[in-house]
């Protein structure tokens, strides 16, 4: 047969495409052509894929004309993981292979010269993406060594793992041959045990028993949340810190969440069901924080998804990279558009965010005078606009403790008391409403914030004094639901409406 047809996958954004890589080989001028939209890096296979065949001592087709079309022709190909099914399509349509019996498989994998497979991006993303066939399971995924673990994680996904093209090809040879057995080919099935987090604890963090407390609130209903306070008061201390505050994730989630590490190159089993951390410098750019590029990549906000994204010195930031965090906040999701592509990563995260109060930090503080102009205070806090600060929950003042004050101070309470509250507060709302409290929307905030009269009266004077917005007022309604979730209280009461209240008013923009 001088055809043959091979299944792979392309990765546009978080969704992996099928491909059919079709080999077609005929008489004429010896040539080798591969079309079908892809990049260099893909076209570049022609050399690789040739010097493979040959150095494992197969028939590398030299005399003859050889087409490769990647189809669907219109959808971008990157990458080298099309370097596998290309040198399998070739040994199949020069006969060298079983065609009928790679029809039901999947490939992906970059070859070296030697014929050795080297891992590729996004094989999760692969795995998650293989549809059921009819009446039948979903088809087997043969990938190398170092991605099929990452691709095995998927339940009822069949994966196999090679080392070498021999080793695939041995399992494709033509006729009822039995294939020979191979160290390098083999099911992989991972169960693999979560990881054990080790978390700094919160009781190093002397003092800031406030914002300790709204740490816990935030963990609880998983609020953003934005620490404003002098150098040196603690603000980073207690960031790096609330990662121990939040419950284990669920299988679910720690599937989405290394499906976004394979594809920006991060995932490891040793974190396999840790809740990630990105802690970004203040010089990243837009694209850096939200994704971007040819072809779109996940930014910091998507490899924070189901985690924490800190981000210190915030007003340091620049303003595009800052405005660009505003819908992702609020929708759990980042969609990037280009002229010829378009993808969606989703970008549920908590943010954490860390400031000093003016230019110099010592605004309001009782150890050291502030040095700024009140012009130079209201332009830099400022940077944050108003909008931003609205999608933010907690506003919390980090105020700085005098030496004896530290000397002498207790030991604070342990992370994993606050965490024992947390998972209790966390538990309440799951059984009420299905979610966290921070995901309730519309009708449901409604239903699950309703407050007594006392309460709302409390809560519309708040608000008028204040100025707030709708969104305002519907955040804080949430945060004081999380606060009556920690307290035991089946509703909102008139207390947690207070302490919900005193959350936003650090700065004049909130």
């Avoid at 093209?165 to 045990?193: C, I």
């Avoid at 917005?469 to 947690?496: E, F, N, P, Q, Y």
Wanted: net charge neutral.
């Amino acid at each position: 047969m001088s055809l043959s047809l091979v299944h792979s996958r392309t990765l546009l954004g978080l969704q992996a495409r099928p491909v059919t890589v079709e080999v077609h080989l005929a008489n004429g001028l010896p040539s080798f052509t591969l079309v079908g939209l892809a990049e260099t890096e893909v076209k570049e296979a022609r050399e690789r894929v040739r010097s493979a065949i040959q150095n494992s001592g197969l028939e590398f087709p030299g005399n003859k004309r050889i087409t490769v079309n990647l189809a669907p022709a219109d959808l971008p190909k990157d990458s080298g993981r099309f370097d596998l099914p290309i040198a399998l399509g070739i040994l199949a349509a020069s006969g060298q292979l079983d065609a009928a019996k790679l029809a039901g498989y999947e490939f992906a994998g970059e070859l070296s010269l030697g014929g050795d497979l080297r891992p590729v991006r996004g094989a999760l993303a692969m795995s998650l993406a293989l549809p059921e066939s009819a009446g039948g399971p979903k088809p087997p995924l043969v990938l190398p060594e170092g991605s099929a673990q990452e691709a095995a994680l998927v339940p009822d996904v069949r994966v196999y793992r090679a080392r070498h093209l021999l080793d695939v090809v041995q399992q494709f040879l033509p006729g009822d041959a039995v294939p020979e057995p191979s160290e390098g080919w083999q099911r992989v099935v991972s169960d693999p045990l979560p990881a054990q987090a080790h978390y700094p604890d919160l009781a190093d963090v002397k003092g800031q028993a406030a914002a300790k407390r709204a740490l816990e609130i935030a963990a609880a209903g998983g609020h953003s949340i934005l620490l404003m306070g002098a150098p040196g008061s603690g603000k980073s201390m207690l960031a790096q810190r609330f990662a121990g505050l939040l419950p284990a994730m669920s299988t679910q989630e720690a599937l989405e969440s290394a499906a976004i590490a394979s594809l920006g190159g991060r995932f490891s089993l040793d974190r396999w069901q840790l809740r990630p951390t990105c802690s970004p410098h203040h010089t990243a750019s837009a694209v850096a924080l939200v994704g971007g590029g040819t072809p779109p990549r996940p930014g910091e906000i998507s490899l924070a998804h189901c985690g924490v994204l800190f981000l210190d010195e915030l007003p340091e930031f620049p303003r595009a990279a800052l405005e660009a965090l505003r819908e992702p906040l609020e929708s759990g999701s980042i969609t990037i558009s280009r002229a010829a592509q378009r993808a969606e990563f989703p970008a549920r995260f908590q943010l954490i965010a860390a400031m000093n109060p003016c230019p110099c930090g010592y605004l309001g503080s009782s150890l050291r005078a502030c040095r700024c102009s009140p012009e130079q205070v209201s332009r830099y806090q400022g940077k944050l606009s108003g909008p931003l600060l609205d999608r933010i929950d907690l506003h919390v003042e980090v105020g700085t403790l005098a030496a004896h004050e530290l000397v002498n101070a207790l030991p604070g309470e342990s992370t994993v008391s606050i965490r024992a509250r947390v998972l209790l507060a966390r538990e309440r709302a799951l059984a009420r409403q299905g979610s966290a409290n921070q995901a309730l929307e519309g009708q449901a905030i409604d239903a699950q914030c309703a407050l007594p009269v006392e309460a709302a009266k409390f809560l519309n004077l708040a608000a008028t004094r204040l100025g707030w917005s709708g969104r305002s007022i519907h955040r804080c309604l949430k945060v004081a639901r999380t606060i009556a979730d920690l307290a035991g209280a089946d509703s909102v009461l008139v207390g947690h409406v207070a302490e919900a209240v005193q959350y936003r008013r650090a700065l004049k923009g909130a």
